[in-house]
């Protein structure tokens, strides 16, 4: 089992940066692959990035593509997600998730959940 907690979430403004951290504790991190999620409110959890085990692969949402870096630090068990040029629709709860093997696009593939940090984008 691994646990997830996020932070980093807050307020900024459009064309600004923030990044998002995703902490993880257990000792077979490095085995999972990872992904970052987003639900505004009223609407679905919608896919935002995802990354291999080993960080080698990544996979984007068209929506964030170009804008947007998830990586990961396996020695920190820890996985980022780089938000540049932010947009007012990029405004929702974004979750970490864990899952073992291939990194998916979808939530329900995914096994373990971080509790969400707010991120709020003004015009």
């Known amino acids: ?35 970052w999620f987003r639900q505004a409110p009223g609407k679905e959890r ?6 291999s085990s080993g960080g080698g692969r990544t996979s984007y949402a068209d929506s964030v593509k170009g804008r947007f870096t998830i990586s990961r630090d396996n020695a920190a068990k820890t996985v980022f997600l780089q ?12 979750y970490c998730a864990a899952r073992v093997g291939y990194y998916a696009d979808y939530a329900s593939a995914y096994n373990y959940w971080g509790q969400g940090t707010q991120v709020t984008v003004s015009s």
């Open 1 to 35: 089992q691994v646990q997830l907690a996020e932070s980093g979430g807050g307020l900024v403004q459009a064309g600004g940066s923030l990044r998002l951290s995703c902490a993880a504790s257990g000792r077979t991190f490095s085995s999972y692959a990872m992904g």
């Open 46 to 51: 919608e896919f935002v990035a995802g990354i």
């Open 83 to 94: 938000m540049n040029s932010v947009k007012p629709e990029d405004t929702a709860t974004y």
